[in-house]
């Protein structure tokens, strides 16, 4: 499977459903999986799912799983691990590039607050090992990419582990301009 992908804007549409960027983040998370057993965790029709499904394959954002299922039992996978944006390559649309990344403030809001409702539930050594913090700073545009780079090249190079007690570690990077900074949308 690719590291990333970013997409264009036909791509950018597709996900901007939060249903779909819901069940490309099960893909990646949890693995292959019919549109059935998708349609269960999701609480949707397994119609409305396939329709969802198909939208990602055309895409390029899921594939078929051949070694597994049948022609009426088919299964699904991820072909990246992450999503990027390349705000730069996708400014001809920001409305499309708005109405993505919409999707994913509400989707990483609901995984986060999922987050928070689940911890004071887990063991101790995965209770002090997150942050929910934040850091603000005084920067040029390029200095402001060149954290981001540095953030993103920590992230990637950071190899999953295979040792006893690994488990899902999510990691959302969040970096942009304080909302009002230069008086853009006021």
């Known amino acids: 499977m690719a590291s990333s992908v970013t997409p264009d804007i036909a791509g950018l549409r597709a996900l901007s459903h939060p249903v779909r ?10 693995g292959a999986a019919t549109a059935t057993t998708l349609a269960q965790r999701l609480g949707l029709n397994t ?15 899921i594939t078929e799983d051949t070694e597994r299922g049948n022609a009426r039992d088919r299964w699904w996978c991820a072909t990246h691990d992450s999503t990027r944006t390349d705000f730069q390559q996708q ?14 403030a ?5 995984r986060l607050r999922s987050a928070v409702a689940e911890m004071r539930f887990l063991p101790d050594e995965w209770r ?3 942050t929910l913090s934040d850091w603000e700073r005084s920067l040029t545009p390029a200095d ?8 993103i090249a920590i992230i990637e190079e950071t190899p999953d582990s295979q040792a006893k007690g690994a488990a899902p570690f999510m990691v959302n990077l969040n970096a942009f301009l304080r909302p009002g900074a230069l008086g853009a949308g006021e």
């Open 47 to 61: 119609g409305a799912t396939s329709y969802h499904l198909r939208q990602l394959a055309q895409h390029g954002f």
């Open 144 to 151: 402001a990419e060149a954290l981001v780079e540095r953030l």
């Open 91 to 104: 400014r001809q649309s920001d409305e499309d590039v708005e109405a993505y990344l919409a999707t994913v």
């Open 128 to 130: 002090t090992v997150g």
């Open 106 to 110: 509400l989707v990483y809001g609901d």
């Open 21 to 30: 960027l819901r069940m490309l983040s099960l893909l990646r998370g949890e």
